[in-house]
């Protein structure tokens, strides 16, 4: 689906001083492949009224996107914002295949149908953080689902089995002698002919991507096209403060997150990535990250939590979450709504069920063992009172179950 950004927007962006530009896009940026391309290019945009290509390929490999997701989608409104042209790319093949990228082990193949449901959704989430109005929107099938055999053999002739080789994930497993598929070493060269497709100008990623992303200028070098500039962005680390964001191991802030859950989870990240989190994901300027940090965390940490539900939720719905948040955590009451979770009746032994398991089926925990610990260090209340037996047996009835400031849920065993 091929869009354009409006005349008069390009007109606009073609007034912003090169120098401004890359102000912009500097800022939350770890590479730039290279800058003094990019100067020329942004220079010849203005001069021909013509918008940069700038794409960024996603593969809908999970049906939801969460905050570390739109650091990168962020850059991409960037350039929309000084008017040129965002393409997102949906690598409904390359999906298929499984980017190999941070992998200590091959990734599992999703099938087209799978590709295609999470999609539905990945567009949803995607068009909270860029105008999808004005992105041209592309699938990668378009030109992977025509190529034969033959092609894909010329595709790869251009580059050795030691140039794939140099990147780091695919050197320690090879040293380690782990089975690294073929298929896994043909990704990088789609991602990189994506580019010769798409006659893309600049191509975004995660740090993680530069080898892809290099791939990119490589074959457009080779097709003849000018070479795509290259920008990354850093990966957002998760709430845990210090491994990278990820749904695999609970330390993320899902797009879709109520801005209550939002403003719960925000409010306990650790101190240290506040001014990553603030300069990531808010639009407020570097002063101005440094004045909220100069004062208390906690107030800090507030605003963080409430700019970030305010991208997703709007004003209102933010401001309304954090006063329950205050009300709850700060004042010492109970949420005024509490969510009601009935137990399956397959995970009931003799009518009852174990509070170590049920704190795993409200989701308050992720294994029985994580919660026989979280009881044993007295963090779990039932019916207001601490429950000092994880192997306690719950039977018929309705109970309001705590765990720290953010899990509440009144479970109902039938």
């Not at 749904?247 to 801005?259: A, E, F, I």
């Not at 650790?270 to 001014?275: G, I, L, N, Q, V």
Request: charged share 25%.
């Amino acid at each position: 689906m091929r869009r354009e950004p409006s005349a008069a927007k390009v007109r606009a962006a073609m007034f912003v001083p090169v120098e401004d530009q890359l102000r912009v896009i500097r800022r939350g940026i770890v590479d730039l492949v290279e800058e003094k391309e990019l100067a020329e290019k942004l220079a010849r945009s203005r001069r021909e009224g013509r918008p940069l290509r700038v794409k960024l390929g996603i593969d809908p490999s999970s049906p939801d996107i969460h905050l570390g997701h739109t650091v990168v989608l962020r850059k991409l409104r960037d350039f929309q914002s000084l008017g040129h042209q965002a393409i997102v790319l949906w690598g409904t093949a390359t999906a298929m295949v499984g980017d190999p990228t941070g992998r200590n082990k091959t990734r599992p193949q999703l099938t087209r149908e799978q590709v295609e449901v999470n999609q539905r959704t990945y567009r949803d989430q995607v068009g909270r953080v860029l105008d999808m109005s004005t992105a041209e929107e592309r699938e990668n099938g378009e030109w992977f689902d025509k190529m034969s055999f033959i092609d894909c053999v010329k595709l790869a002739a251009g580059f050795t089995v030691a140039r794939i080789l140099e990147r780091d994930s695919f050197a320690e497993r090879f040293g380690a002698g782990e089975a690294i598929s073929i298929h896994e070493l043909i990704y990088p060269l789609m991602q990189g002919h994506d580019s010769v497709e798409l006659r893309a100008d600049v191509e975004l990623g995660g740090t993680d991507q530069l080898f892809n992303l290099h791939r990119g200028r490589d074959l457009q070098e080779r097709a003849g096209q000018e070479k795509q500039v290259l920008v990354t962005t850093p990966l957002l680390v998760g709430l845990d403060g210090h491994d990278k964001m990820s749904k695999s191991l609970g330390n993320h802030v899902g797009v879709t997150d109520p801005p209550a859950e939002m403003i719960g989870k925000v409010m306990s990240l650790p101190d240290t990535p506040m001014r990553a989190w603030f300069t990531l994901l808010t639009d407020l300027t570097l002063d101005a990250i440094d004045a909220l940090l100069a004062g208390h965390p906690r107030a800090a940490k507030m605003e963080l939590a409430r700019r970030v539900a305010t991208a997703y939720w709007g004003e209102a719905a933010a401001n309304d979450a954090v006063a329950q948040f205050d009300r709850v955590f700060k004042d010492g009451g109970k949420p005024a709504s509490i969510q009601e979770i009935a137990v399956p009746g397959d995970q009931l032994d003799g009518g009852a069920i174990t509070l170590a398991a049920l704190l795993v089926t409200l989701g308050f925990c992720t294994s029985r063992s994580e919660a026989r610990r979280l009881v044993a260090g007295g963090g779990v209340r039932v019916d207001d009172q601490k429950q000092p037996d994880p192997l306690v047996r719950l039977g018929r009835g309705r109970y309001l179950v705590n765990s720290g400031k953010r899990n509440w849920a009144y479970a109902i065993v039938p």
